[in-house]
């Protein structure tokens, strides 16, 4: 009961700490939403538009046709018509341009003929992620114009194609049907920026008592550390469970990301990722002696790992075995699983129970090293 | 650090000055009947800490009386600091032990912290709350109803002064009346003993001064006050001193009883030039030290024989114009550089 006073005393005095420091509130409530704009616009993964150049060295009807098809597409921007090879690599040199298709003469003698006719798509590899959805809807594009070339032919012949059977594979997307990234970024976004909030206010406040000398007051005090820690992370808590609803309300209603599952089972798997967060805070507070070694300590243990390792926006998967390990590690990989679980799978506790219980346990674990690190530290 | 000392050289030494007021009743808020005033505060046997190859404590042996105002005295870097800390059960000695009140330091700190009130040297309270405020969160996490922070509060703002200052944000208040915000803090919970870590250093006269006049209140309330300076002065202020240095205890006992070691009478030679009139008598058969201060030249005489017409002499050799030669009482200042120069060897 006296323990929950004193808690409840540090949960008032951080609040006033942050009611004289505007700029601080900002940062805390404003930077999310910041972030959240500049992913779901500016870091979108969707590509489409893709500046291309296009290179007729034919001047033929058929050319035309074919260069007509890259202006029709959505995927495609054309953006300069050019003469010769060098356009292609001007128009690279000076970022006008990312893909380059150039059809060369003799194209439609080719066709004509009856023989394989060539076209050169050149992609700017610098920019991969543009450079291999430009590749692949060229290919698609390629393979469209050749069939209906196929068609015509086969109607000029007199032949029936609907009788050919041919093997044709219909995908389907599920869960994210039109493959939006904001779909899938936003309820990973909430991960990073729950990490971010929580870790990086615990620990750099904690330092903060140390240098501040305060520290010393607490330990004279019969406030247990457990009190001071409770009373430490419970506003950034707060403060971060309001982000998540501000994200959350953005993304749902503002952008339509679908939250098809239940808001208990992310709210539990966010209070078990937020004691974990307890415990990293702890532990960078224990050993980091100034305040800037704590910001760089959580940028590196609440940031990096929350955004590389896991899953947020490269997957898991495609990295090496050995970071793939280290992954397991850091709660935020089974909390990404869990919100992206709830939003787009609308999964419940029968799927999400094993991603539960990995954030026990790393929290349960975090907080032990981090308890034995300031154990430590006082009175020495 | 010694431009406040040279400050308040000026005519503040001697005891708590009766220019002041003194309010015995100011203190009487502070609620807890005063202890018996027999028996000891704190008991320091053979403590001892080292920082790697430091030593800042090197075995010491202390008591303080209840209803003391104890003075531990010492330069920069004498290990009082590192004393007190072990005392507040923020620093674990590494050897030897102490006793608040019969409980020990290491074995049973809980015990302990509820009976001191532990002021740090630096300045640690939050910047960006109010006088009010901080005195209220450290009271609060010590378990002070809030009825109690009321009326404590209340009272110990009204006798420190600080009434009309309980909204102000810690860091926008004067070094004064910070050191009197972290007293008033440490009063909160009302502790039995105060462990004031160099509470005067770098504070202005008037406040250094007036921070004295709230401690022999607090002494006239029954509180056992141990407190660090590097001012010599402030050491007639207590009612029991220790001298420590390089991380010994070099003299311990009453101010008149370390007075009583210096031997032979104090002079107060008036020269018209005091540094050159220091040089022409040191080292004269009677002399055993002599140090300008201010115009006059201070003198330990210890000789049977009359020092007036020797030094007289010596300064008419030298060509210096003398004025005249009294007795005066020996003070801090002169007995702890008496002390300093005769070396541990003579303390022990």
Redo the contacts between chains.
């Keep these: 009961m006296k323990g929950l006073g004193r808690m409840g005393a540090v949960v008032a005095k951080e609040f006033k700490h942050l009611g004289r420091d505007p700029r601080m509130l900002a940062a805390v409530i404003l930077l999310p939403i910041m972030q959240l704009l500049l992913f779901a616009y500016a870091l979108s993964f969707d590509v489409d538009q893709v500046p291309t150049v296009v290179i007729d060295m034919d001047k033929t009807q058929t050319s035309q046709q074919y260069a007509g098809r890259y202006e029709q597409s959505v995927f495609f921007n054309v953006v300069r018509h050019g003469e010769t090879m060098d356009d292609a690599d001007v128009s690279f040199q000076r970022g006008v341009a990312r893909v380059a298709v150039i059809i060369p003469a003799g194209f439609e003698h080719q066709i004509k003929s009856g023989a394989q006719a060539e076209v050169a798509v050149l992609v700017d590899g610098s920019e991969p992620n543009s450079a291999r959805v430009g590749q692949l809807y060229s290919v698609a594009l390629n393979q469209l114009f050749s069939a209906e070339l196929t068609r015509e032919w086969a109607e000029r012949q007199g032949l029936d194609l609907s009788a050919v059977s041919g093997m044709e594979p219909r995908v389907r997307t599920w869960y994210n049907p039109n493959r939006r990234s904001s779909d899938f970024l936003i309820p990973g976004l909430m991960v990073v920026i729950l990490a971010i909030v929580t870790i990086q206010q615990t620990a750099v406040t904690l330092v903060r008592e140390r240098t501040l000398g305060t520290q010393e007051q607490l330990e004279v005090s019969p406030m247990r550390q457990v009190e001071l820690m409770l009373g430490k992370i419970i506003p950034w808590a707060l403060l971060a469970f309001v982000d998540v609803v501000v994200i959350i309300a953005i993304g749902v209603f503002g952008m339509g990301v679908p939250l098809r599952g239940s808001i208990p089972m992310l709210a539990l798997g966010a209070t078990l990722f937020i004691l974990s967060s307890l415990g990293f805070g702890l532990a960078i507070s224990a050993v980091a002696p100034t305040e800037d070694t704590a910001n760089i300590g959580a940028l590196m243990l609440a940031f990096l790992p929350s955004f590389l390792l896991s899953g947020f926006v490269f997957p898991l998967g495609q990295m090496p075995e050995v970071v793939q390990w280290i992954s397991y590690v850091f709660p935020a990989r089974y909390m990404m699983s869990l919100s992206r679980g709830v939003f787009l799978k609308g999964a419940g506790f029968a799927e999400l129970w094993p991603e539960l219980a990995a954030l026990a346990v790393t929290s349960f674990i975090l907080i032990a090293i981090a308890t034995v690190l300031y154990a430590r530290k006082v009175r020495q | 650090m010694s431009e406040p000392a040279t400050g308040a050289r000026g005519g503040t030494t001697g005891p708590v000055d009766p220019a002041l007021p003194v309010i015995p009743d100011s203190f009487r808020h502070l609620g807890r009947s005063p202890v018996p005033a027999t028996g000891l505060a704190v008991q320091v046997r053979g403590l001892r800490r080292t920082f790697g190859e430091t030593v800042a404590v090197g075995g010491v042996t202390l008591d303080v009386p209840i209803a003391a105002v104890f003075g531990l005295l010492g330069p920069d870097g004498a290990g009082k600091s590192t004393l007190i800390?072990m005392l507040?059960?923020?620093?674990?000695p590494d050897e030897g032990d102490a006793e608040v009140f019969g409980v020990s330091v290491t074995s049973n700190p809980?015990a302990v912290?509820?009976r001191?009130g532990?002021m740090?040297q630096?300045?640690?309270?939050?910047?960006?709350?109010s006088v009010r405020?901080n005195m209220d969160?450290?009271a609060?996490?010590?378990?002070v109803s809030k009825a109690d922070r009321r009326t404590r509060g209340d009272a110990l703002l009204e006798s420190m002064g600080l009434a009309e200052f309980a909204g102000r944000?810690a860091m926008r208040l004067s070094g004064g009346m910070k050191q009197k915000l972290m007293l008033a803090?440490t009063l909160m919970h009302e502790p039995d003993l105060l462990l004031l870590d160099e509470p005067t250093t770098g504070v202005d006269p008037v406040s250094r001064r007036e921070f004295w006049r709230i401690l022999a209140d607090l002494h006239e309330a029954g509180k056992t006050v141990l407190v660090a300076t590097p001012y010599m002065d402030e050491a007639e202020r207590c009612t029991d001193i220790a001298f420590l240095d390089s991380g010994m205890i070099r003299e311990a006992g009453t101010p008149a009883e370390i007075k009583a070691k210096v031997p032979g009478r104090l002079l107060e030679l008036r020269a018209g030039d005091p540094r050159a009139a220091t040089r022409a008598i040191a080292g004269l058969p009677g002399v055993l030290s002599a140090h300008p201060l201010g115009d006059n030249v201070r003198v330990l005489w210890d000789s049977s024989a009359d020092p007036e017409p020797v030094l007289a002499a010596a300064l008419l050799e030298a060509g210096i114009a003398e004025s005249g030669v009294r007795e005066i009482a020996p003070d801090m200042e002169t007995v702890f550089s008496h002390l300093a120069e005769s070396g541990p060897e003579a303390a022990a």
């Design positions: 800390r507040a059960t923020t620093l674990l809980k912290r509820p001191i532990y740090s630096r300045f640690s309270m939050y910047p960006d709350l405020e969160f450290f609060s996490i010590r378990g944000q803090t």
